[in-house]
Every structure is written in structure tokens, then in C-alpha cells.
């Protein structure tokens, strides 16, 4: 199975948005039989949003999604296989509005952060009493810058 650094980036999806979209698919499932810890529902409690949300590759609709499978195509597979078949694309995830393809509404490796997401984070992070630092965050920018702003204003960050 490939490292998520090589299926999380743009040319990874281009190249394969059938094994992209099967990396996600388990990861959503394996997280479905899962039970979570006490820091998992205090985040849980602190941001109430959905597993899942997906952005249109053609006309940028952002959805979000909690059914599972997120397509049909998805249904019984488990890990990513890169030697399996691929799904063609018209199977997987597709956008409401315009029909086109759809992909994970997370920032990939090789890929620069959306400006409506800069803009949302700057006024965000003027406001905030604390700062959590969750997954590969702490050491990608600009992620990663955010923490030490938030620090320099004395508001705890915890990673």
C-alpha cells in the first residue's frame, strides 16, 4: 500500500483518483469501528462537523458527506490496491451540482491552501483562547506557522 504522502497530492489523484478515492474510503470505514477516546469527543464537542466533505474538481461546490460507502463503487473494498482494478471515474464521487468528479475537501501534500481557507483561519485565530495542533499540522506550513502566532499572543498550544 502506498504512504499517504504519495496518495494525498494532486498529482496522485490525477494520476489515479481511483486509489485516491479507495485510500479514503478505508481509512472513513476502519474509523467507523473505532470507539473514541475522551480526547476524540472533546474535539468531537469543540467542532461539530461531519466525517467528511468533498469539493468539486470542476466548479468547487463543497459538500458534505457522511453516507458510507460515498459511492457504490466503494462498497466491499478495503485496503487501496495498486495492482487491483481501477474504478472508472465515472463510479466514483460525483458532484450534486455538476456531475464532474469530486475529491477529498482536505489540503494535499504538494498543494497550496485554499484563499477562502487562509482568509477563514486569519480571522479565526485572532479569537481563539486555544490552539490544538492535530496530525501532520505541526510540521506542514503553513499550518504549522499558525501555532506559533497563536503562542506569541500567549494562548496555550497543544499538539
Known amino acids: 500500500m ?3 504522502t504519495d496518495l494525498a497530492t494532486p498529482s496522485a489523484f490525477a494520476r489515479s ?3 485516491v478515492w479507495e485510500s479514503y474510503h478505508y481509512r472513513r470505514e476502519l474509523m467507523r469501528t473505532k470507539e473514541p477516546n475522551k480526547a476524540h469527543l472533546a474535539l468531537a464537542e469543540a467542532e461539530k462537523r461531519n466525517l467528511f466533505t468533498t469539493r468539486c474538481t470542476s466548479c468547487g461546490f463543497i459538500e458534505e458527506n457522511n453516507d458510507s460507502p460515498i459511492c457504490e463503487a466503494l462498497r466491499n473494498r478495503g485496503l487501496p490496491n495498486e495492482n487491483g482494478p481501477e474504478i472508472a471515474v465515472k463510479d466514483l464521487p460525483s458532484c450534486r451540482q455538476c456531475q464532474s ?3 477529498p475537501y482536505v489540503v494535499w501534500f504538494e498543494e497550496s491552501v485554499w484563499p477562502d481557507v487562509l482568509k477563514k483561519i486569519d480571522e479565526e485565530i485572532t479569537q481563539c483562547d486555544l490552539f490544538l495542533v492535530v496530525g501532520t499540522s505541526a510540521i506542514i506550513y503553513p499550518a504549522a506557522a499558525y501555532a506559533m ?3 506569541r499572543r500567549g494562548i496555550p498550544v497543544a499538539e
Open 17 to 19: 483518483p481511483s486509489l
Open 2 to 4: 502506498s504512504a499517504i
Open 101 to 103: 468528479l469530486v475529491r
Open 149 to 151: 502566532i497563536v503562542a
